[in-house]
């Protein structure tokens, strides 16, 4: 199997599924302690985001334009920070 940043973005992209899907049924399964599913929650926005990041910047790099890698590199930067705080 030829292992690239595509594959690598569809495998990310089937464990945050996974992980959304196991976060929603620990959630309907367990009303009272729901602090299991906001960590799996979590960890699946997490690699959702890194997805996102990843696709936006082969398309950023494409453009061969600098600002549209400046635009990038601060949209980056505020989700993070925002995410974060």
């Known amino acids: 199997m030829k292992f690239n940043w ?12 996974v992980l959304v899907g196991v976060a929603l049924l620990i959630q309907a399964l367990i009303k009272g302690n729901n602090e299991v599913s906001g960590i799996i929650k979590m960890v699946a926005d997490i690699i959702a985001y890194a997805i996102l990041i990843m696709c936006s910047f082969t398309y950023a790099k494409s453009r061969r334009s600098v600002v549209f890698l400046i635009i990038w590199v601060i949209a980056v930067i505020l989700i993070v920070v925002s995410y974060i705080v």
């Open 6 to 17: 595509k594959s690598f973005a569809n495998i990310l992209a089937y464990v945050a599924v």
